[in-house]
């Protein structure tokens, strides 16, 4: 191997490392809870806060482009609630109208696109819905 290639080698592995890191992925995110309570029968307004893990910082602008809420945290993954998407005005917070249909605890479940990171960041939220 002539000094050249090893340079080149070298070159690749360094640009190999900083990608891998630029990658760090959608583990990096998470949504936190922000109100997990309401009525079993009227339903209300429910919110979960997106935030950089490292840092803290609330990531605004995600696109959340599936959502469900079920019951898989009482072991009835196939009971579903309604839940529409509503308007936040904190950076960082997203609010839904969530409808369960019985009382107990529920999962909301989340898919997010976030600005600059390729893969998808995954949320679970336990909801608490009262009699
Ligand atoms: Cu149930």
Avoid: C, H
Avoid at 88 to 97: A, D, L, M, N
């Amino acid at each position: 191997m002539n000094k050249r290639l090893i340079t080149f080698a070298g070159a690749a592995l360094t640009l190999a490392a900083s990608l891998s890191m630029a990658q760090a992925g959608a583990k990096d995110y998470e949504f936190q809870p922000v109100k997990t309570e309401v009525g079993s029968g009227t339903g209300g307004d429910v919110a979960a806060r997106l935030v950089q893990k490292a840092s803290g910082t609330p990531v605004a602008n995600a696109v959340i482009f599936r959502s469900r809420l079920d019951m898989s945290p009482e072991d009835m993954g196939d009971m579903t609630g309604t839940l529409t998407p509503e308007p936040s005005s904190e950076p960082g917070v997203y609010r839904f109208k969530a409808r369960p249909t019985m009382a107990g605890k529920w999962a909301l479940k989340l898919l997010a696109k976030v600005p600059g990171e390729s893969e998808t960041v995954e949320g679970l939220v336990v909801i608490t819905a009262k009699e």
